[in-house]
């Protein structure tokens, strides 16, 4: 193919399922030819934008939430993770952290090529670390591996507007329709939503490489 694949994802660093998502399609890029180029670009979305920065305890939003305890959908989340090689653990993580730092952080990483590698960074960090995502000292720590300096880190996690900017980019994201994480977007034409099975990564990344051949 002479253009390059296209991929535009719409996912939360507080999403477990986008832990799974990402890994699944990260695994069906790895199994594409090496002469075809893949652009991925990443958009924010908030599972909860209204998140307190402090966090919450996670089990509890979930009962308020639900109406019902989260264990059972956890196991069940924690096998599907397990079969695509993530050894989650979802009550490692006991508190639900505001994203908006960590979504400026990811958004600022496309024009240093590492957005993808972050999001995904971010994620597991929140989930098979257990850490805060909210507290600019570790999106700092995990961005120093991304290209970012300590400074500038801090800098764009601590910025009102930035966030704000997230906010309003998520929100016109739901007003489109997009109301479930991860979302994947094709060649700007064929919309996966969920952590599809690595087969159906598969199926549609060859049915969109083949068309553009």
């Given at each position: 193919?002479?253009?390059?694949?296209?991929?535009?994802?719409?996912?939360d660093?507080a999403?477990?399922?986008?832990l799974?998502?990402?890994g699944?399609?990260?695994k069906?890029?790895?199994?594409?030819?090496?002469?075809?180029a893949?652009?991925?670009?990443?958009?924010?979305?908030l599972?909860d934008?209204r998140?307190?920065?402090?966090?919450?305890d996670?089990?509890?939003?979930?009962?308020?939430?639900?109406?019902?305890?989260?264990?059972?959908?956890w196991?069940?989340?924690?096998?599907?993770?397990?079969?695509?090689?993530?050894?989650?653990?979802m009550?490692?993580?006991?508190m639900?952290?505001?994203s908006?730092s960590a979504?400026?952080l990811?958004?600022?990483?496309?024009?240093?090529?590492?957005?993808?590698?972050?999001?995904?960074a971010?994620?597991?960090v929140?989930?098979?670390?257990?850490r805060?995502?909210?507290d600019p000292?570790?999106?700092?720590?995990?961005?120093?591996?991304?290209?970012f300096?300590?400074?500038?880190?801090?800098g764009?996690?601590?910025?009102?507007?930035?966030r704000?900017?997230?906010e309003?980019?998520?929100?016109?994201?739901?007003?489109?329709?997009?109301?479930?994480?991860p979302?994947f977007?094709?060649?700007?034409?064929?919309?996966?939503?969920g952590?599809?099975?690595?087969?159906?990564?598969?199926?549609?990344l060859?049915?969109v490489?083949a068309?553009?051949?």
């Open positions: 193919m002479t253009e390059a694949l296209s991929i535009d994802i719409f996912s660093p999403c477990p399922w986008c799974v998502g990402l699944r399609l990260d069906a890029l790895a199994a594409l030819p090496a002469e075809v893949v652009e991925i670009a990443h958009h924010p979305f599972l934008a998140a307190p920065a402090q966090g919450e996670v089990v509890e939003m979930l009962r308020r939430k639900y109406g019902r305890d989260p264990f059972e959908t196991d069940r989340l924690e096998a599907e993770a397990k079969a695509s090689g993530i050894d989650l653990d009550r490692k993580q006991k639900r952290y505001a908006q979504e400026a990811i958004m600022a990483a496309a024009e240093k090529g590492t957005q993808h590698a972050l999001a995904r971010l994620g597991h929140y989930y098979l670390e257990g805060n995502i909210a000292e570790v999106l700092a720590e995990v961005a120093s591996g991304f290209g300096s300590r400074e500038e880190a801090i764009i996690a601590t910025d009102p507007a930035r704000r900017d997230i309003a980019l998520a929100a016109s994201a739901a007003a489109q329709g997009i109301g479930g994480v979302f977007i094709l060649q700007r034409k064929y919309a996966l939503s952590a599809q099975p690595e087969a159906v990564f598969d199926q549609a060859r049915t490489i068309e553009a051949a």
